[in-house]
T-cell receptor, first 111, second 114 residues
Framework: AQSVTQPDIHITVSEGASLELRCNYS??????LFWYVQSPGQGLQLLLK??????LVQGIKGFEAEFKRSQSSFNLRKPSVHWSDAAEYFC?????????FGTGTSLTVIP | DAGVIQSPRHEVTEMGQEVTLRCKPI?????LFWYRQTMMRGLELLIY????????DSGMPEDRFSAKMPNASFSTLKIQPSEPRDSAVYFC????????????FGQGTRLTVV
């Protein structure tokens, strides 16, 4: 069965520090992978996606993610976090006709 | 396009009442998804439609929940009767094609059942 694991429920980083959010998936075939961000009171917005090709994908707001097949991972990174990045981040796998979401990682940014 | 539009944004209702949540997907999208988000269970897929036809409703928690999509531009999620444990944020999302494309989410309906 397909599943997505985000092992970190909550992360706190200082503004300007680097960020890495972890995501592991379980899926038999080549997955379609996504990262979404949810600001308070808002819906989910797509940050980036991986379908095939270059395993390092660039997204909006300075985010990037790297697909590592050997580790079944799709970690999200940002070299320098801004206070406006504080939000909930969701990793998702697209398979067949559905999207499977992780439980999310809440990011707090401190000055 | 204005994106996926959900109404109402907030709903407070008494236990036992009927609640109807509405969704207008992005024009041209052929998949529509209903999700429920709670602190305890995260994002749960309730049901999804393809070309207005329900494909998988295995995530619908109980018979009290029902969803319809009478046409390509409108869907409803109904809870009858509502219970306090139904309190959650309900999201509608739409996409064009299968899961190799992104899903576009509405802003959600925050439902509180008292």
């Amino acid at each position: 069965a397909q599943s997505v694991t985000q092992p970190d429920i909550h992360i706190t980083v200082s503004e300007g520090a680097s960020l890495e959010l972890r995501c592991n998936y379980s899926y038999g075939a080549t997955p379609y992978l996504f990262w979404y961000v949810q600001s308070p009171g808002q819906g989910l917005q797509l940050l980036l996606k991986y379908f095939s090709g270059d395993t390092l994908v660039q997204g909006i707001k300075g985010f990037e993610a790297e697909f590592k097949r050997s580790q079944s991972s799709f970690n999200l990174r940002k070299p320098s976090v801004h206070w406006s990045d504080a939000a909930e981040y969701f990793c998702a796998v697209g398979t067949g006709n559905q999207f499977y979401f992780g439980t999310g990682t809440s990011l707090t940014v401190i000055p | 396009d204005a994106g996926v539009i959900q109404s109402p944004r907030h709903e407070v209702t008494e236990m036992g009442q009927e609640v109807t949540l509405r969704c207008k997907p992005i024009s041209g999208h052929d998949y529509l998804f209903w999700y429920r988000q709670t602190m305890m269970r995260g994002l749960e897929l309730l049901i999804y439609f393809n070309n207005n036809v329900p494909i998988d409703d295995s995530g619908m928690p109980e018979d009290r929940f029902s969803a319809k999509m009478p046409n390509a531009s409108f869907s409803t999620l109904k809870i009858q009767p509502s219970e306090p444990r139904d309190s959650a944020v309900y999201f509608c999302a739409s996409s064009f094609g299968t899961a190799n494309t992104e899903a576009f989410f509405g802003q959600g309906t925050r439902l509180t059942v008292v």
